[in-house]
């Protein structure tokens, strides 16, 4: 077994990044470094940098299609080999970055037979397709394709619910992160009172963003969500007018903790 070797500071707190590669378009690996840091330092920010990179990081996808000749979403459709579902689901995969705020429009029109891909979706010039060979339908028979797009740009997930159909609009889940996964580890040296970590975190992208821009903008949404805390109470007065009542469960930590030890 080879052990791996790294140079890093001893005295003041910096990152590197150790490792950068492109597996694909849609596959962008990254390893970096930050040290030195005290015991139990490296554990505190790799949690909170793992959730702020899968949760805190808006991205862009293709939430919405639109088109009245399709009766539902289990249909077949004559010249056209997938289903309206598997088009739907190839709409979900793919890529796109974007400044938008908020939602936008597109649209694919082709006309067959022939492969409709990513490359055919018509869209904003702030709406950039990451994949352009990214399969999305067949036509085998000489017919319009012609669909209305909606994108839109966001966090986390948005799962589609029974409300959100409409006649001839299909809403699509979206997964807005363009992390697909994160993990810390942590290498101690030193000893006694001289010990000190080296945490290193690991980054995957969909492309949209490569892992380093990943983690400058986990850092700065953990950043913004602290930053509240560093003024005074009085400093916030002048947002009385903006707040309103949230009603609070009456129940304490010990009265919690007392409730579940009487259901023993």
Not at 26 to 39: A, D, Q, T, W
Not at 215 to 239: G, Q, V
């Amino acid at each position: 077994m080879v052990q791996e070797k790294v140079r890093v500071s001893t005295r003041t707190l910096e990152w590197k990044c150790v490792e950068s590669r492109a597996d694909s378009k849609r596959l962008y690996y990254g390893r970096f470094i930050l040290s030195p840091l005290m015991k139990g330092q490296a554990d505190t920010i790799g949690i909170a940098m793992r959730r702020a990179l899968l949760g805190e990081i808006e991205g862009t996808c293709i939430t919405r299609a639109k088109s009245e000749k399709i009766p539902h979403e289990y249909s077949t459709i004559v010249g056209i080999q997938e289903s309206v579902h598997e088009i739907l689901m190839n709409l979900k995969e793919i890529v796109l970055r974007s400044n938008l705020y908020g939602t936008c429009g597109a649209s694919i029109c082709v006309r067959g037979p022939g492969y409709v891909t990513a490359q055919d979706i018509i869209s904003p010039p702030y709406v950039e397709i990451i994949d352009n060979t990214q399969h999305i339908v067949s036509l085998t028979e000489p017919i319009d394709f012609c669909i209305g797009l909606e994108i839109e740009r966001n966090r986390g997930y948005l799962i589609k619910t029974p409300n959100h159909f409409q006649d001839g609009s299909y809403p699509i889940d979206a997964v807005f992160m363009p992390v697909r996964n994160a993990n810390h580890s942590i290498h101690s040296y030193g000893n006694g009172n001289e010990k000190q970590e080296i945490l290193f975190l690991e980054i995957w992208t969909n492309g949209s963003l490569t892992p380093k821009e990943a983690l400058h903008e986990a850092s700065r949404n953990l950043i913004d969500l602290f930053i509240p805390f560093l003024h005074t109470e009085e400093e916030n007065l002048h947002l009385e007018d903006n707040q309103h009542m949230v009603p609070l469960t009456p129940f304490t930590f010990h009265d919690k903790l007392a409730k579940v030890r009487k259901k023993k």
